[in-house]
């Protein structure tokens, strides 16, 4: 039993600690870092106000979205690299090459690239660029999510698709399948629980994206690319407004709880099954 002490002590430290005081935090008015006084839920009803809740649908829109490109994208990729053709290696390190690049990187690179007054693909867009309004802002921010993150689900159903055995679509091509249904009907069910996990291991990245939306947007223009894990900095780091950004966190942490037991009961069911 003793063996596990320091172990148990370093978990402890590095994330039972946090949480507890993040917690303790978001009940407390603070100026800088110094706790002022105790004001219950009022931070709370500051973060689930008008403002709070559209931060919420803006993260959720970024969220899903960014889902919707990149699992099927990424399955697509997958399956192209699954088949017997030449320079497929070739073809591999080109398409995962976005996964070694920081979100730092690929943040100023596409920043560059839809600046509206010298940017390279400025001719495209006209006027000022998407980086100019809400929408546009949005939308850049989902497709250079996409295009970092598309990597991973490569990888994945890359990995999913070699464990399926050649003689189950082969058998459902003996029974009249086309390739189409012989895909649906017996690979993606196969798949099944890897693109479950991919789902929420994108889920998580996603809601705890800070560097990128920092970086390419800074949350604007008018708060259109503003979601929760940027202000939950901001209010921290910026404003300094410890208690609201502890209370951003917080939440942001119980969503985090949602889909970390969501992934284990995946985990579970593909292990019982």
């Given at each position: 039993?003793?063996?596990?002490?320091?172990?148990?002590?370093?978990v402890a430290l590095v994330s039972v600690f946090p949480i507890a005081y993040a917690l303790r935090l978001s009940v407390y008015r603070t100026r800088a870092l110094r706790v002022v006084e105790f004001i219950g839920w009022d931070?709370?009803?500051?973060?689930?106000?008008?403002?709070?809740?559209?931060?919420?649908?803006?993260?959720?829109?970024?969220?899903?979205v960014s889902l919707v490109l990149a699992v099927p994208l990424g399955l697509g990729l997958a399956v192209l690299l699954n088949k017997q053709v030449r320079f497929v290696r070739?073809?591999?390190?080109?398409?995962?090459l976005p996964w070694v690049v920081?979100?730092?990187?690929?943040?100023?690179?596409?920043?560059?690239?839809?600046?509206?007054?010298?940017?390279p693909l400025h001719s495209l867009f006209g006027g000022d660029g998407p980086l100019s309004s809400p929408w546009g802002s949005m939308a850049s921010l989902i497709v250079v999510?996409?295009?970092?993150?598309?990597?991973?689900?490569?990888?994945?159903?890359?990995?999913?698709?070699?464990?399926v055995p050649a003689e189950q679509i082969e058998a459902s091509r003996v029974d009249g399948c086309n390739p189409r249904q012989s895909f649906f009907l017996v690979v993606v069910p196969a798949?099944?629980?890897?693109?479950?996990?991919?789902?929420?291991?994108?889920?998580?990245?996603?809601?705890?994206?800070?560097t990128l939306v920092y970086t390419l947007t800074g949350g604007g223009p008018f708060s259109g690319t503003q979601v929760l894990s940027l202000n939950a900095f901001l209010q921290s780091f910026q404003f300094f407004k410890i208690g609201?950004?502890?209370?951003?966190?917080?939440?942001?942490?119980?969503?985090n709880?949602?889909?970390?037991?969501?992934?284990?009961r995946v985990l579970k069911g593909k292990n019982d099954a």
């Amino acid at each position: 039993m003793a063996l596990y002490l320091p172990a148990v002590a370093l978990v402890a430290l590095v994330s039972v600690f946090p949480i507890a005081y993040a917690l303790r935090l978001s009940v407390y008015r603070t100026r800088a870092l110094r706790v002022v006084e105790f004001i219950g839920w009022d931070n709370f009803t500051t973060v689930l106000g008008p403002a709070g809740w559209a931060d919420i649908a803006r993260t959720f829109v970024y969220v899903v979205v960014s889902l919707v490109l990149a699992v099927p994208l990424g399955l697509g990729l997958a399956v192209l690299l699954n088949k017997q053709v030449r320079f497929v290696r070739m073809f591999r390190v080109v398409i995962l090459l976005p996964w070694v690049v920081s979100q730092t990187v690929a943040a100023l690179l596409w920043k560059w690239l839809l600046n509206g007054q010298y940017g390279p693909l400025h001719s495209l867009f006209g006027g000022d660029g998407p980086l100019s309004s809400p929408w546009g802002s949005m939308a850049s921010l989902i497709v250079v999510n996409v295009w970092l993150s598309y990597p991973l689900a490569t990888i994945l159903c890359l990995a999913a698709l070699q464990t399926v055995p050649a003689e189950q679509i082969e058998a459902s091509r003996v029974d009249g399948c086309n390739p189409r249904q012989s895909f649906f009907l017996v690979v993606v069910p196969a798949i099944r629980s890897t693109l479950l996990i991919l789902v929420i291991m994108l889920t998580l990245l996603y809601f705890n994206m800070v560097t990128l939306v920092y970086t390419l947007t800074g949350g604007g223009p008018f708060s259109g690319t503003q979601v929760l894990s940027l202000n939950a900095f901001l209010q921290s780091f910026q404003f300094f407004k410890i208690g609201i950004g502890a209370a951003y966190s917080v939440v942001l942490f119980v969503f985090n709880i949602v889909f970390g037991v969501a992934y284990i009961r995946v985990l579970k069911g593909k292990n019982d099954a």
